[in-house]
T-cell receptor, first 113, second 113 residues
Framework: AQSVAQPEDQVNVAEGNPLTVKCTYSVSGNPYLFWYVQYPNRGLQFLLKYITGDNLVKGSYGFEAEFNKSQTSFHLKKPSALVSDSALYFCAVRGSGNTPLVFGKGTRLSVIA | SQTIHQWPATLVQPVGSPLSLECTVEGTSNPNLYWYRQAAGRGLQLLFYSVGIGQISSEVPQNLSASRPQDRQFILSSKKLLLSDSGFYLC????????????FGSGTQLSVL
């Protein structure tokens, strides 16, 4: 069975500093990896995905993520955090075919001015 | 372009009452459809998914059920709500034929009192 771990419930970063939100996964076969962001009382918005190819994936709003197969990780990163980046971030994984997307429990990012 | 509609946005129901949440997708055909629940602003729990009309996979046994009477319609139901059914319910879809991301509806905040 596939699973996702986001080890940090909360990440606090000063505005302008780099940020990292951690994610590790477990899946049979090649992983399909995703990051989503959620603002209060809203649905989830897609940030980026890794399917195949370059291990460094660039996404929306200046975010990027690095796929590391040996460490089964897909950490989300941004070089310079903004206060507006404060939100709940979800990592997700699925296998091939019609397998459903499984989400981590989320990491709340707070960027402090 | 494709859109997903989910309603109602908020719902307050007494314990023991029935539930029906509806989700429809426009602009695509044969989508995979999903219901997720989010408790207390945190992790997403996959409840049901469907790869076709009348085909429902249940991920978590509980007093909820799902149906897919039409290709682009996905309904979440309960005959008798429990307090523990309170949460934020999200409908989502993705194309079956690509490695595309999930697209989420705006969610329904259900409070069972």
């Amino acid at each position: 069975a596939q699973s996702v771990a986001q080890p940090e419930d909360q990440v606090n970063v000063a505005e302008g500093n780099p940020l990292t939100v951690k994610c590790t996964y477990s899946v049979s076969g090649n992983p399909y990896l995703f990051w989503y962001v959620q603002y209060p009382n809203r649905g989830l918005q897609f940030l980026l995905k890794y399917i195949t190819g370059d291990n460094l994936v660039k996404g929306s709003y200046g975010f990027e993520a690095e796929f590391n197969k040996s460490q089964t990780s897909f950490h989300l990163k941004k070089p310079s955090a903004l206060v507006s980046d404060s939100a709940l971030y979800f990592c997700a994984v699925r296998g091939s075919g019609n397998t459903p997307l499984v989400f981590g429990k989320g990491t709340r990012l707070s960027v402090i001015a | 372009s494709q859109t997903i509609h989910q309603w109602p946005a908020t719902l307050v129901q007494p314990v023991g009452s029935p539930l029906s949440l509806e989700c429809t997708v426009e602009g695509t055909s044969n989508p995979n459809l999903y219901w997720y629940r989010q408790a207390a602003g945190r992790g997403l729990q996959l409840l049901f998914y469907s790869v076709g009309i009348g085909q429902i996979s249940s991920e978590v046994p509980q007093n909820l059920s799902a149906s897919r009477p039409q290709d682009r319609q996905f309904i979440l139901s309960s005959k008798k709500l429990l307090l523990s059914d309170s949460g934020f319910y999200l409908c989502a879809w993705r194309s079956r034929t690509t490695n595309e991301k999930l697209f989420f509806g705006s969610g329904t905040q259900l409070s069972v009192l």
